[in-house]
């Protein structure tokens, strides 16, 4: 597995501490019989009110780690890593306010397969032979709201979208070697339709880091400059025009992209 990303504010794809891109988080783990990877979006709107949204989602997928590396889950339910980690985080001395998207993968390598939990519009594709033969499927409230986890002040339960993370879509799905799994936020999914992010996973050839590296490099890199064309009718404005809006454009947003392919597990 390799990642990379851009946050909206930077131009570049620069990786703060602790894997995060913006107010995107991810994070990569392995224990024992399993590889589990994770991407969360934070919610922006919490900066109105003085919060980062990037402490939500970067404390949420770093707390998903470090369950992963101490063995706290069971490969088979990704949803048990996120309830734990959620819970974690309510129980917090110092209270952590915001609101995030998440999706867990878990690659079972005793089994050979793939277990994942996604809640919201962040997701995974699953490509196999140029094909895409698997993906999530996006939670939306409505246009442009996704399911999300939210811890609020007390004043503000019940007004701020709290979704439990029992509502993620869970899936199981068997892989095999050379399948290609891509996880990203919809900072990616809003800018890039399937057929160009096939379109650079055929140019991969080889399943070392480097090559790995760099097309998750080119397919981050183009969803950023698709991002920022006014011209441009991306998915996430035929999303907008179908429920009515007219909008042009790619959609400026925080990109995380894991790029991983199903290979011979050597130590």
Known sequence: TAGCGFGKDFRKGLLKKGACYGDDACFVARHRSADVLGVADGVGGWRDYGVDPSQFSGTLMRTC???VKEGRFVPSNP???L???YCELLQNKVPLLGSSTACIVVLDRTSHRLHT???GDSGFLVVRGGEVVHRSDEQQHYFNTPFQLSIAPPE?????LSDSPDAADSTSF???LGDIILTATDGLFDNMPDYM???ELKKLKNSNYESIQQTARNIAEQAHELAYDPNYMSPFAQFACDNGLNVRGGKPDDITVLLSI?????D
């Open 65 to 67: 780690e470090r369950l």
């Open 83 to 85: 309830t734990t980690s």
């Open 197 to 199: 992010i096939l379109q």
């Open 79 to 81: 949803i048990g890593i």
């Open 262 to 266: 199903v290979a011979e597990y050597t």
């Open 117 to 119: 939990a996604n809640l």
């Open 156 to 160: 503000a339960e019940g007004v701020v």
């Open 174 to 176: 068997d892989v095999q």
